[in-house]
């Protein structure tokens, strides 16, 4: 049972990880595009932006509504990459710890 719970945060943490990769990309591919250094008329650009923004859009949308823009620079995502840090360096393990030693 401990290997299954192992396994379970394991692959927590990995989404986790992805997600904040996601957000990254996310961040650096639309300040590319509006800076005009890419162009999503470029179909390969144009499917990334879309994927990335259906990944990240419904993590990132509820704190855009909370979060006000300051001086016009969203700062919603590195608010929600300080909450994913948080929760996979601090949580999970607690939780896992908590779980392994409910087994023991």
Do not use: C, E, H
Not at 66 to 76: F, H, N, Q, T
């Amino acid at each position: 049972m401990a290997a299954i719970i192992t396994f379970v945060f394991f692959i927590v943490s990995a989404l986790l990880s992805l997600l904040w990769w996601a957000i990254i990309i996310s961040a650096v591919m639309s300040w590319l595009v509006a800076f005009d250094v890419i162009n999503l008329r470029n179909r390969a650009v144009y499917q990334i932006s879309t994927f990335l923004d259906r990944v990240t859009g419904p993590v990132l949308r509820p704190f855009q509504r909370i979060i006000p823009p300051l001086g016009g620079v969203d700062i919603s995502a590195i608010i929600v990459l300080l909450l994913i840090t948080g929760v996979k360096d601090i949580l999970l393990p607690a939780l896992k710890f908590a779980l392994l030693n409910l087994l023991a």
